[in-house]
Every structure is written in structure tokens, then in C-alpha cells.
């Protein structure tokens, strides 16, 4: 019966310990999940700024509808995929 009482008491130090590391893993996790999503939405918003001040200095010239459709097509796709990252975290 000792020897069962000293598995007992070394499977409980490996719970604890397991527990307490778990705990740290997650608080990580969640901190760094958070900063990620705080950075894809400063991203997004610096990005639609940019592509604005862009936009803006070609507001004279004649360009194809190609061209806008393609800068569309690509500035909706990665604020799509900033919006979606920032939700995922």
C-alpha cells in the first residue's frame, strides 16, 4: 500500500504541474491572439488609408475599367482577409 500512496502523490505533481503549464500556454495564447487582432485592424485601417491616398492622386487621369476592377478586386480581398484573421483571433 506505501507504493501506492507514492504513484498517487507523483501522479498528482504531474497534474499540477500539467495544469500550470496549460495555464501559462493559454494566457499566451490569449494575449497574442489579442495583439494579432489588434494589428490586422490598425493594418486594415493604415491599407484603406493608403489605397485612398492612392485612389485619390489618379482621380484626373482616364484609366481602364481593368484597372479598377483589379484594384478592387484585390484591396477587397485583403481587407477581407484581415477582417477575417482579426475575427478568428
Request: charged fraction near 20%; charge should be neutral.
Amino acid at each position: 500500500m506505501n507504493n501506492l500512496g507514492e504513484v498517487l502523490g507523483q501522479m498528482s505533481k504531474v497534474v499540477t504541474t500539467n495544469t500550470k503549464t496549460m495555464g501559462v500556454l493559454a494566457s499566451r495564447a490569449m494575449v497574442l491572439g489579442k495583439f494579432f487582432a489588434s494589428q490586422c485592424v490598425e493594418i486594415s485601417r493604415s491599407f484603406r488609408r493608403g489605397i485612398e491616398d492612392a485612389m485619390s492622386l489618379m482621380d484626373d487621369v482616364a484609366l481602364a475599367a481593368e484597372y479598377h476592377s483589379a484594384l478592387l478586386e484585390l484591396t477587397n480581398t485583403i481587407l477581407g482577409s484581415l477582417k477575417e484573421s482579426a475575427r478568428d483571433r
